[in-house]
Nanobody, 124 residues
Framework: VQLQASGGGLVQAGDSLRLSCAASGRTFSNYVMGWFRQAPGKEREFVAGISRSGGRTEYADSVKGRFTISRDNAKNTVYLHLNSLKFEDTAVYYC??????????????????WGQGTLVTVSS
């Protein structure tokens, strides 16, 4: 699976963004999709995940209520809507595809394919 993330940019605190991740190469609906992020000097962390059908989602506590993950299997695309952005949301955001044993996995080790990352910078 090849993943291409886009949509990052420089925004002010309180603004919104929509990240997109287009997949190609294999049957998209066979994969659990996740978004992770890595801030400067920090480890990569789970942000949100969505099940193969899109019927179930999970979020990190730090973004719950502000971010929304969705997918369109007909378009082979997963989205991450970022609302009420905070300075601490500044990071490179990565989309990932995997086939974990659980419905959704928060572990980066369960994801086999990764996009190149898209930078989100939030000014305070």
């Amino acid at each position: 699976v090849q993943l291409q993330a886009s949509g990052g940019g420089l925004v002010q605190a309180g603004d919104s963004l929509r990240l997109s991740c287009a997949a190609s190469g294999r049957t998209f609906s066979n994969y659990v999709m996740g978004w992770f992020r890595q801030a400067p000097g920090k480890e990569r962390e789970f942000v949100a995940g969505i099940s193969r059908s899109g019927g179930r989602t999970e979020y990190a506590d730090s973004v719950k209520g502000r971010f929304t993950i969705s997918r369109d299997n007909a378009k082979n695309t997963v989205y991450l809507h970022l609302n009420s952005l905070k300075f601490e949301d500044t990071a490179v955001y990565y989309c990932a595809a995997g086939r974990p044993r659980t419905v959704i996995s928060r572990s980066s080790r369960d994801y086999d394919y990764w996009g190149q990352g898209t930078l989100v910078t939030v000014s305070s």
